[in-house]
């Protein structure tokens, strides 16, 4: 019993004291639709070459109708669940990281676990845009730890296209749509280095919207402040990766993937070259065919290098997400 104000409160220890927490599956879903640099020009006034000097994108995947929110989560889920070799019903929380779910009722996370067949995991949506699914895996990582939860579900996913305008010269080129999904259960060795994350509020008004949905007349869309987000990721969170690496005690020449968040190619290479990594370690430049998919980034990156052989099971690798708040959260992981 603890004592605390004079009440007593019964503390649940956990129900084993050596217990790590680890990733064990992860699985991804890109849309059908392929959009060049070509086709967006068709109602962007820009060039490819131009496009593609700015960001290092030649192609993104957008959304169908059909392909919504939920049915992209589930399927990068199933994928993620398969690989872990664990059943929906074993799944004790459901967590996702998105900024474009347009209907806030019921939320999207139980959505998801009611079409997994998650019937008795806990839901919670997060939203912290392309820093979301960093924040969420610590959040799952640090449960698990903690013996509240045995296995959760972690998803970043995104549908840019619903609140990007076409026409907007300094984003429309930029976002995509997508979802990434990975399975955090125990392990008898540690699989997480500690979270670095912080919110920069000074920076809040870099990345918003027009207006509010409830105001009426033109539908809000997403503006950024490119040059603005572009200074502040290269001074503030270039450092912090390195801080990452630092508390998870792995040497930069010694990582085995980077998997930043996929905003802009140069600033990936930029990064990169920063962190001092050794000539063997993965950089993740999945932005060029799938551009910025918010915060379902991460976690398409990271089965994009998975599944391309580049990066091998008990390989490090460091994840970090940055974006819209001004916020970032990353950490170092061992590979399923």
């Known amino acids: 019993m603890t004592k605390a104000t004079g009440i007593e ?12 927490s680890r990733i064990l599956g992860v699985g991804s879903y890109r849309p059908r639709t392929v959009v060049d640099n070509s086709e967006l020009c068709r109602t962007l006034d820009s060039t490819p070459e131009w496009i593609e000097t700015r960001s290092g994108i030649r192609e993104r995947r957008f959304a169908a109708p059909d ?18 070799g664990v059943g929906p019903e074993d799944l004790d929380f459901v967590l996702i990281a998105t900024m474009t779910d347009l209907f806030h009722a019921p939320p999207l996370s139980a959505r998801i676990a009611r079409s997994l067949g998650a019937r008795r995991a806990a839901a919670l949506d997060v939203s912290a845009a392309c820093s979301g699914f960093c924040h969420a895996l610590a959040v799952a990582s640090d449960m698990v730890r903690a013996g509240s939860a045995r296995h959760v579900l972690v998803i970043g996913a995104d549908r840019m296209t619903d609140i990007v305008q076409r026409t907007d010269r300094g984003s429309a080129f930029l976002f995509a749509d997508g979802a990434g999904a990975v399975v955090v259960g125990p392990s008898d060795v540690p699989g997480f280095g500690p979270v670095v994350r912080r919110t920069d509020s000074a920076y809040v008004d870099s990345v918003w919207m027009t207006s509010a949905w409830s105001e009426g ?7 950024i402040d490119g040059r603005r987000i572009f200074r502040w990721a290269m001074d503030e969170v ?7 690496l630092r508390v998870a005690g792995v040497a930069p020449d010694r990582l085995g993937a980077f998997v930043p968040h996929q905003a802009n190619l140069r600033m990936i290479g930029l990064m990169a070259d920063r962190l001092g990594l050794g000539p063997g370690t993965v950089v993740a430049r999945d932005v060029i065919r799938t551009g910025n998919t918010s915060a379902a980034s991460v976690p398409l990156a990271l089965d994009s290098v998975l599944a ?16 819209a708040g001004l916020s970032f959260a990353g950490q170092v992981v061992v590979l399923p």
């Open 9 to 20: 409160i019964s503390a649940v220890p956990h129900a084993d004291a050596n217990v790590y």
């Open 67 to 84: 392909e919504s929110l939920e049915s992209m989560a589930v399927a990068a889920s199933g994928k993620a669940l398969a690989q872990a």
């Open 238 to 244: 270039a450092p912090a990766a390195a801080e990452m």
């Open 308 to 323: 391309e052989g580049r990066a091998h099971r008990g390989d490090t690798a460091l994840l970090i997400g940055f974006g």
């Open 217 to 223: 007349g033109e539908r809000p869309w997403l503006r």
